[in-house]
């Protein structure tokens, strides 16, 4: 709680001010809201009357007792066993209520909540229950950072200080009400460009075998001014396969329509646009993502055979991977799961690998290859072996993997790569500001 928003709150208000009750009773109203209290009471009239209509994540909760009223607007996001909330202060006449796109407050009490909730939970990894122990404790001196007396500055990084903004708008431009705070001092723009593999490969001439790649840019700009101009290029090589199914950030001001057009629905003919793609933005404060684009490669990185054999309650495994030579082989994690469902606990797991390591999970029947950061010189790693199924208990169940039809799942990372080719020069982004920009490219 913060005294001196409150205080604004009342000024404001005056007679019609509605005081924020105790911690425990705005808990247990939100709780309520959201359908999450009262587990014997299926129906709540406040809540869940046809009359009622809740928009989120601007919800509504109704103040019994002496000073009863609404709060409103409280906003709320979850994720997993987290809940955040805030109330941001309203600087409007109480009716008729205000668009929720035109409150500037909204808007950063959302960003504000959205960055914490990164801070805690990490980005879309679910912590042990210390480190999240530990990053609520750390939530009171978080705030006082990046929130002092009541006022969002900026939202806080993961593992990093957040810079101190500005939330005043200067000179004659007006501030939108996305944008949360300005930036004070030098001009820092981070550009990452990140590429993810989906393939399918059956090992049958009857199935074709399907793979695709999916880029994302995203940025996180750190530039004075109410609506600075920035504009980040990305590059194909020479014979590189022209990006298709671009997706854009709002904040992107202009764009040559040609680069919208290549869809991977249609038959590519070699007439579409293949570079270079400029995107001139007016970007947030806080990290987003600038485009998303798919892009046809001739082959997967990695190619696998995989057999099974079965031989009295025991299987025979072979495996073969090999690394395309086109891919750089360095790798920051890369390892095969080898799941076995409907039937008994796995046994005895015999198996050899020519690279590697495997470690054995008897209780999910569950064979995990560690590869490590490099295949050999050869770019092929094999493995063979038996595996008995002998224990009494039942192991994983799945509809689909019946007798012998089974799968091998790989997850790697290779940095400093994209297999389409699409890159970022660092060179290429142009910031227009006063302050020479230190530029990150990853």
Same mark, same amino acid.
């Given at each position: 709680?913060?005294?001196?928003?409150? *205080?604004?709150?009342?000024?404001?208000?005056?007679? /019609?001010?509605?005081? =924020?009750?105790?911690?425990?009773?705005?808990?247990?109203?939100?709780?309520?809201?959201?359908?999450?209290?009262? &587990?014997?009471?299926?129906?709540?009239?406040?809540?869940?009357?046809?009359?009622?209509?809740?928009?989120?994540?601007?919800?509504?909760?109704?103040?019994?007792?002496?000073?009863?009223?609404?709060?409103?607007?409280?906003?709320?996001?979850?994720?997993?066993?987290?809940?955040?909330?805030?109330?941001?202060?309203?600087? $409007?006449?109480?009716?008729?209520?205000?668009?929720?796109? &035109?409150?500037? #407050?909204?808007?950063?009490?959302?960003?504000?909540?959205?960055?914490?909730?990164?801070? =805690?939970?990490? &980005?879309?990894?679910?912590?042990?229950?210390?480190?999240?122990?530990?990053?609520? $404790?750390?939530?009171?001196?978080?705030?006082?950072?990046?929130?002092?007396?009541?006022?969002?500055?900026?939202?806080?990084?993961?593992?990093?200080?957040?810079?101190? /903004?500005?939330?005043?708008?200067?000179?004659?431009?007006?501030?939108?009400?996305?944008?949360?705070?300005? *930036?004070?001092?030098?001009?820092?723009?981070?550009?990452?460009?990140?590429?993810?593999?989906?393939?399918?490969?059956?090992?049958?001439?009857?199935?074709?075998?399907?793979?695709?790649?999916?880029?994302?840019?995203?940025?996180?700009?750190?530039?004075?001014?109410?609506?600075?101009?920035?504009?980040?290029?990305?590059?194909?090589?020479?014979?590189? /396969?022209?990006?298709?199914?671009?997706?854009?950030?709002?904040?992107?001001?202009?764009?040559?329509?040609?680069?919208?057009?290549?869809? #991977? %629905?249609?038959?590519?003919?070699?007439?579409?646009?293949?570079?270079?793609?400029?995107?001139?933005?007016?970007?947030?404060?806080?990290?987003?993502?600038?485009?998303?684009?798919?892009?046809?490669?001739?082959?997967?990185?990695?190619?696998?055979?995989?057999?099974?054999?079965?031989?009295?309650?025991?299987?025979? =495994?072979?495996?073969?991977?090999?690394?395309?030579?086109?891919?750089?082989?360095?790798?920051?994690?890369?390892?095969?799961?080898?799941?076995?469902?409907?039937?008994?606990?796995?046994?005895?797991?015999?198996?050899?690998?020519?690279?590697?390591?495997?470690?054995?999970?008897?209780?999910?029947?569950?064979?995990?290859?560690?590869?490590?950061?490099?295949?050999?010189?050869?770019?092929?790693?094999?493995?063979?072996?038996?595996?008995?199924?002998?224990?009494?208990?039942?192991?994983?169940?799945?509809?689909?993997?019946?007798?012998?039809?089974?799968?091998?799942?790989?997850?790697?990372?290779?940095?400093?790569?994209?297999?389409?080719?699409?890159?970022?020069?660092? *060179?290429? =982004?142009? %910031?227009? /500001?006063?302050?020479?920009?230190?530029?990150?490219?990853?």
């Amino acid at each position: 709680r913060f005294a001196t928003v409150e *205080h604004r709150a009342k000024s404001l208000a005056g007679s /019609s001010y509605i005081a =924020v009750p105790e911690e425990n009773t705005v808990l247990q109203l939100l709780l309520t809201e959201l359908g999450l209290s009262d &587990s014997d009471k299926s129906y709540v009239a406040l809540r869940d009357d046809c009359l009622h209509c809740q928009r989120s994540p601007a919800l509504e909760l109704r103040v019994d007792g002496p000073g009863k009223g609404i709060l409103w607007p409280v906003l709320a996001i979850s994720q997993g066993p987290l809940i955040l909330a805030c109330l941001p202060l309203v600087d $409007a006449p109480a009716e008729p209520r205000p668009p929720l796109a &035109s409150l500037l #407050s909204v808007s950063q009490g959302l960003t504000l909540l959205a960055g914490l909730q990164t801070f =805690v939970l990490g &980005s879309g990894v679910k912590p042990d229950s210390e480190g999240l122990a530990s990053r609520l $404790a750390m939530l009171p001196s978080v705030l006082l950072q990046v929130c002092p007396l009541g006022t969002p500055l900026d939202v806080p990084l993961l593992g990093a200080p957040a810079t101190p /903004s500005v939330p005043t708008p200067a000179g004659n431009q007006k501030q939108p009400a996305w944008k949360t705070g300005l *930036h004070r001092g030098r001009a820092v723009v981070n550009v990452a460009l990140i590429e993810t593999v989906r393939s399918m490969q059956y090992g049958n001439r009857s199935r074709q075998d399907l793979w695709d790649v999916f880029g994302t840019v995203t940025c996180k700009c750190e530039v004075e001014g109410v609506l600075p101009n920035v504009t980040v290029t990305l590059t194909l090589p020479p014979n590189g /396969s022209p990006l298709q199914d671009i997706l854009v950030h709002p904040c992107v001001t202009s764009l040559d329509s040609s680069i919208l057009t290549a869809s #991977s %629905v249609d038959n590519y003919d070699g007439s579409a646009f293949s570079g270079p793609y400029k995107f001139p933005f007016s970007p947030p404060l806080e990290p987003f993502r600038l485009c998303s684009y798919t892009s046809q490669v001739p082959v997967p990185p990695i190619l696998g055979s995989y057999q099974l054999k079965e031989e009295e309650n025991q299987l025979r =495994v072979s495996v073969t991977l090999k690394l395309h030579e086109s891919v750089k082989n360095s790798f920051e994690y890369c390892e095969a799961h080898l799941p076995f469902f409907n039937r008994n606990q796995m046994g005895v797991a015999d198996v050899k690998v020519s690279s590697g390591q495997v470690d054995v999970s008897k209780e999910k029947n569950l064979l995990v290859w560690g590869l490590g950061q490099k295949f050999p010189k050869s770019r092929e790693v094999t493995m063979e072996g038996k595996i008995s199924f002998s224990e009494p208990t039942p192991g994983p169940t799945d509809p689909l993997c019946t007798e012998l039809t089974a799968y091998i799942k790989l997850y790697f990372k290779v940095p400093d790569m994209t297999l389409s080719g699409c890159c970022v020069d660092q *060179h290429s =982004v142009q %910031v227009y /500001s006063s302050a020479k920009p230190r530029i990150v490219t990853c």
